[in-house]
């Protein structure tokens, strides 16, 4: 959330003020002309209702493994889909529902949000206007139709013996299509039962977690496997094109002419779209560049200016000339064809790139240096075309690694539908909401083009990118955060250079990250290079506690973009739970007198936040002993984030940080008080936030009064304070992925399950969660309720694995990454036998130690690991039901081998 804009806040100033609100509001600065405030109005009391009067069948249909969500056009569900489908920072392109993709953010347009817009909502009580990152496009989501900025698609013609058909790949032509939302690559089936081909299209980009170099290919890939559902043979041609997107937004007559042109490689035929011109001013916008479409082993027939309107014969037949050129706004398309014959109910596929290349960043982040030097891909290719040449030459590597990874994460006994949810996010890399620059560094937005600088108080929520790109994490945190936003006394500005000062959630999650990554390196170089930057922002954050109690108490910037004042519970824990991180890391590094100054304030917070800032149920925000309760805070209410940093400390290994009821007292509470199995009645009669939840949709408010106290959020509350009353996924996952590691499954699952009830593609886009803009970084915290769900840990410096799932430990298989490797975990028990397999699927892994749980209450008796047949010596220990197996030397696991623990208990 953005502290600074006074666009940021117009939404929250306007639909508090305009409609009879009970807010009391204490106008920004910026405001000068309001010269009064809103009379304060009668209290509205608490109305979530305790009993949520959820279905216990419903609840427990949950649990069960299912297949992957499958939306069809016969439901009418394909309008809205996006699914982000190139590469890593190269702009949003979106798969739509019916294979075809649309909406082409690859432009470097400025505007904020993926289809700039504002629109009206009435929140009950009257109209606002709704702007993209106040919610525009959730609200009104986007449609696919009406964002075709290039013309692109794919056909078919099959010949069987005297009969020929021609058919598009799109909604209109199919009795039947179906998209499975398997992100990174999703599978759309066409089917007709009169047509004697059946297709799946296999597409998307090049994702291979732990490869940050080529997931970040500007390009999608598409798969068209055809199957001749005859008992005859029939010869199928596939058709595939792509309008010239060079100069595509502001070219005139005048500016040059539009060219494309053949280009035969090795490995496969493309054509290329490209704009030429003398002119270096045309050159310099940031439409110039190219596009290119590239078919996967020679074409049998190529066209520069095909037109593809009609869809006919002519659209599969005949060469045209290598090059053609138009004027520059006219409308150029090249086609390629590949051929296939097709064996009765055999059946074979077509590949196919479409790639593209404008290397111009943003003029508005000129405070970067970097955007003078242009992106990362493009120090890698000189045009689109290059791209698809590299794809095609390297494609079963690349695109095959991309479905085994797929194929990998959903291969697992959770359930589809969450491991679905809680993956997608990541697709935030690949939209216009991240950059990385030609030098390597990373960049982010909170929401596409909203709010600047890999916003720490924002991106330290995010679980998803540390895992599965760990590489881009460690460059976050090394060349900015440890760099470029190092202050002198130690403290981290929240957005580098687009801010002067540091937020205090901000630096502890940049604290707890930094330990993260250094999970996350094969050894200790992350650590040892950056440590003395390290134990200086922990030296600046424990200055924040004034009184020495432990608790932070200095009134410092925070994610609700505000200073508060007094000892607020969800800061005061995630500094303990960082200054904990910053023990463990001090200890690695053998600085002992550092990590018993951080254990005595972790240890000494953790007993004052417990005894002093709990309410008898949840814990909460003391007012500071001088200011009272004068300015906004959360004060005796309940607030969403109230124990984030203990969940947190779950995500990377550090046990316990304070009273363990305490906790779950405060967890029971956020679900009794603020989980609403239909928000519209809360939303309703406490307006002011913004809709990202709507009537009929279930959702976690921010923050609830349900002690119904006068003013509880302060005496002179401000515009902030309409965030208390919205429902922001990247919040909710947190707290979902926190209950699932304290146990409370069925509490995570129905929050998890409202979240991606809320994304169906019959209301919206499922792969677009939207905070301040689109595909807000924050809400990549959903990842984090995978990792508790399996009970994972992970310490590549040591060689440490733990595993420990949350249910169906019986029979468990699902998926992990470590640092250089990544695979299956499975686990079985049967009588007095576990088995625990490690099985990795690609690059390597260093292990020393494996952590497991036996069943209550029984005694392990012996351990025997194996590797590929060579028994490995091990020894181990038992506490309760947690087993710690120690092989006697750090092991090498490479691709395509498992290691293999069997676990005798005492009968």
Request: glycine content about 8%; aromatic content about 10%; some cysteine.
């Amino acid at each position: 959330m953005k502290s600074y804009s006074a666009s940021r806040r117009r939404f929250l100033q306007h639909s508090a003020l305009t409609g009879g609100s009970f807010l009391t509001l204490s106008l920004p600065g910026w405001a000068a002309g309001v010269k009064s405030f809103l009379a304060k109005t009668p209290l509205v009391l608490h109305n979530i209702p305790e009993d949520k009067q959820l279905d216990p069948a419903w609840v427990k249909s949950l649990y069960q493994r299912g297949n992957a969500t499958v939306y069809r056009k016969s439901r009418n569900e394909l309008r809205y889909i996006g699914m982000p489908a190139g590469g890593l920072h190269a702009g949003t392109v979106y798969l739509g529902g019916d294979g075809r993709l649309w909406l082409w953010g690859i432009y470097n347009d400025e505007r904020e949000g993926v289809d700039p817009k504002t629109v009206l909502w009435n929140d009950g009580t009257k109209e606002v206007k709704v702007r993209n990152r106040d919610g525009a496009c959730y609200v009104e989501p986007a449609i696919a139709d009406n964002k075709r900025v290039l013309e692109q698609g794919f056909a078919l013609r099959v010949r069987q013996g005297s009969k020929t058909w021609i058919r598009e790949f799109r909604e209109s032509e199919w009795p039947e299509i179906s998209f499975e939302a398997t992100y990174p690559v999703a599978r759309i089936h066409f089917r007709d039962p009169e047509f004697p081909v059946s297709v799946i299209m296999q597409a998307g980009a090049i994702f291979t977690p732990l490869d940050a170099r080529n997931a970040a290919l500007p390009a999608t890939v598409f798969s068209l496997e055809c199957s001749n559902n005859t008992a005859t043979p029939v010869a199928v041609e596939v058709l595939g094109w792509l309008e010239n997107g060079a100069s595509k937004v502001s070219a005139k007559n005048e500016d040059g002419e539009r060219q494309n042109e053949v280009i035969n490689h090795q490995h496969a035929t493309t054509v290329m779209g490209t704009f030429l011109t003398t002119s270096d001013e045309v050159k310099s916008r940031r439409d110039f560049g190219s596009t290119s479409i590239t078919c996967v082993g020679k074409a049998d027939r190529v066209h520069t200016a095909l037109e593809p309107w009609p869809l006919n014969d002519r659209c599969f037949e005949g060469h045209q000339p290598a090059v053609t050129k138009t004027t520059a706004q006219e409308k150029l398309v090249g086609g390629l064809v590949k051929s296939i014959r097709l064996a009765p109910k055999g059946k074979a596929a077509a590949d196919f790139v479409i790639s593209w290349h404008f290397d111009h960043p943003l003029a508005k982040l000129k405070k970067l240096e970097e955007t003078k030097t242009g992106y990362y891909y493009g120090t890698r290719f000189p045009n689109a075309a290059a791209v698809g040449e590299y794809i095609a030459a390297n494609f079963e590597r690349l695109h095959g690694q991309s479905i085994l990874w797929r194929d990998t994460y959903y291969d697992s006994t959770l359930p589809h539908w969450f491991l679905e949810r809680t993956f997608l996010n990541i697709g935030t890399l690949a939209t216009a909401n991240t950059y990385r620059f030609a030098n390597g560094r990373f960049w982010g937005w909170e929401g596409v083009n909203a709010c600047e600088g890999t916003c720490t108080h924002v991106w330290q929520y995010a679980q998803a990118m540390g895992r599965i790109f760990p590489e881009l994490e460690r460059d976050a945190r090394e060349r900015t955060d440890l760099g470029i936003a190092m202050q002198p006394d130690g403290g981290i500005i929240f957005r580098a250079e687009y801010e002067s000062r540091p937020a205090i959630d901000g630096q502890a999650g940049t604290l707890l990250r930094i330990y993260r990554e250094h999970q996350l390196s094969t050894d200790n170089a992350f650590l040892q290079r950056n440590w003395d930057k390290i134990r200086k922002a922990a030296v600046f954050l424990m200055a924040q506690d004034k009184n020495g109690d432990g608790m932070t108490d200095t009134p410092m910037e925070n994610t609700l973009d505000a200073v508060w004042e007094g000892e607020i519970a969800w800061i005061v824990g995630l500094s303990i739970a960082a200054v904990r991180a910053c023990q463990k890391m001090a200890e690695e590094m053998g600085d002992s007198d550092f990590a018993a100054r951080c254990k005595t304030y972790a240890d000494k917070g953790g007993r004052n936040m417990a005894d002093l800032l709990f309410n008898g149920e949840y814990f909460i925000h003391r007012p500071d002993a001088i200011a009272g309760r004068k300015k906004l805070g959360s004060y005796n209410t309940c607030h969403i984030d109230q124990v984030y940093g203990q969940a947190w400390a779950w995500q990377v290994g550090l046990g316990r940080l304070w009273d363990k009821e305490k906790t779950m007292s405060a967890l029971r509470s956020l679900w009794k008080y603020n989980f609403a199995p239909d928000v519209g009645p809360y939303i309703q009669t406490h307006t002011g936030g913004r809709p990202y939840a709507l009537a009929g949709e279930g959702g976690m408010v921010m923050n609830t009064n349900p002690k119904n106290e006068p003013n509880p959020y302060g005496d002179e509350v401000t515009w902030q304070l309409g965030y208390f009353h919205e429902c922001m996924s990247g919040f909710e996952h947190q707290v979902a992925a926190h209950m699932m590691a304290e146990g409370m499954t069925d509490e995570a699952l129905v929050m998890t399950r409202a979240i991606h009830d809320r994304h169906h593609a019959a209301k919206r886009n499922p792969f677009n969660e939207i905070e301040c803009s689109d595909h807000y970084a924050r809400a990549m915290a959903s990842y984090g309720t995978f990792i508790t769900a399996c009970g994972f840990e992970y310490h590549g410096p040591k060689g440490y694995l733990h595993f420990a799932p949350r249910w169906q430990a019986e029979n468990f298989r699902a998926p992990f990454t470590t640092a250089a490797g990544w695979g299956t975990y499975v686990q079985q028990r049967k009588g007095n036998v576990q088995h625990h397999a490690v099985i990795l699927k690609y690059g390597e892994l260093q292990l020393q130690e494996l952590g497991v749980e036996g069943a209550p209450g029984r005694r392990l008796q012996s351990v025997t690991v194996m590797v590929e047949g060579r028994l490995i010596p091990a020894t181990f220990e038992q506490e309760d039901k947690g087993i710690r197996i120690t092989l006697k030397s750090r092991t090498t696991i490479s691709t395509g081998q498992q290691l293999k623990a069997t676990l005798n208990f005492i009968a």
